[in-house]
């Protein structure tokens, strides 16, 4: 099955700065790749996704980017806020045209980001 | 905005007692799932359902899970005879569409069992 490795663990930055989390996945039949926040206590919440027929996707200060030969794909955070702490969580999901496919999302194991003002 | 809202947000129960999880997914959404987190964990697939029956189950659904839409509202999960190692917070999660798109997480259930 899918396996979806996330990198780093934890990142603290300075209030201002660019943050990285990259993540890789081992089914290259994965084709959807969601970015969760998580704040303490908090649902996860959806804050970007790509899909496989693009290389990069960008929402004001997020983006991310996909390498579908690498199988690796990566979420930027430019000018942090303090606001920005959370835990964020990559996943990947298969999705196809078959029916009754699931869709399940196989997660990393999440970066806790600190922005220090 | 509409929501996954799950109840109760706090269980506390005893090794080898029954336990059902409720959640309410997203009216209009058609796939349904639940995930499960143990603390300091990454978040994992439990099961999914769609069209009354279970699309697909991970290793950890074992036979001392189910799950169920009695109403064509609730979404339950039930555990029929915890163990510790049950302790987790438990998503719920629904999404509309067959393609992929966003799924919505309940704010979660955090089961303790002691």
């Known amino acids: 099955g899918e396996n979806v490795e996330q990198h780093p663990s934890t990142l603290s930055v300075q209030e201002g700065d660019s943050a990285v989390i990259k993540c890789t996945y081992s089914?290259?039949?994965?084709?959807?790749f969601p970015w969760y926040k998580q704040e303490l206590g908090k649902r996860p919440q959806l804050i970007i996704d790509?899909?496989?027929?693009?290389g990069e996707k960008k929402d004001q200060r997020i983006a991310v980017t996909l390498n579908k030969t690498a199988k690796h794909f990566s979420l930027h955070i430019t000018e942090t806020q303090p606001e920005d702490s959370a835990v964020y969580f990559c996943?990947?999901?298969?999705?196809?045209?078959?029916?009754?496919?699931?869709?399940?999302?196989?997660f990393g194991k999440g970066t806790l980001l600190t922005v220090n003002p | 905005e509409p929501e996954v809202t799950q109840t109760p947000s706090h269980q506390v129960t005893q090794m080898g007692q029954e336990v059902i999880l409720r959640c309410v997914p997203i009216?209009?959404?058609?796939?349904f799932y639940w995930y499960r987190q143990i603390l300091g964990q990454k978040v994992e697939f439990l099961v999914s359902?769609?069209?009354?029956?279970?699309?697909?189950k991970s290793e950890i659904f074992d036979d001392q899970f189910s799950v169920e839409r009695p109403d064509g509202s609730n979404f339950t999960l039930k555990i029929r005879s915890t163990k510790l190692e049950d302790s987790a917070m438990y998503f719920c999660?629904?999404?509309?569409?067959?393609?992929?798109?966003?799924?919505?997480f309940g704010q979660g259930t955090r089961l303790t069992v002691v």
């Open positions: 999660a629904s999404r509309r569409e067959q393609v992929n798109t966003e799924a919505f």
């Open positions: 089914d290259s039949a994965s084709n959807y």
């Open positions: 359902f769609y069209n009354n029956e279970i699309s697909e």
């Open positions: 009216s209009n959404h058609l796939y």
């Open positions: 996943a990947a999901s298969i999705g196809g045209n078959s029916g009754g496919s699931n869709y399940k999302l196989t």
């Open positions: 790509i899909r496989s027929n693009v």
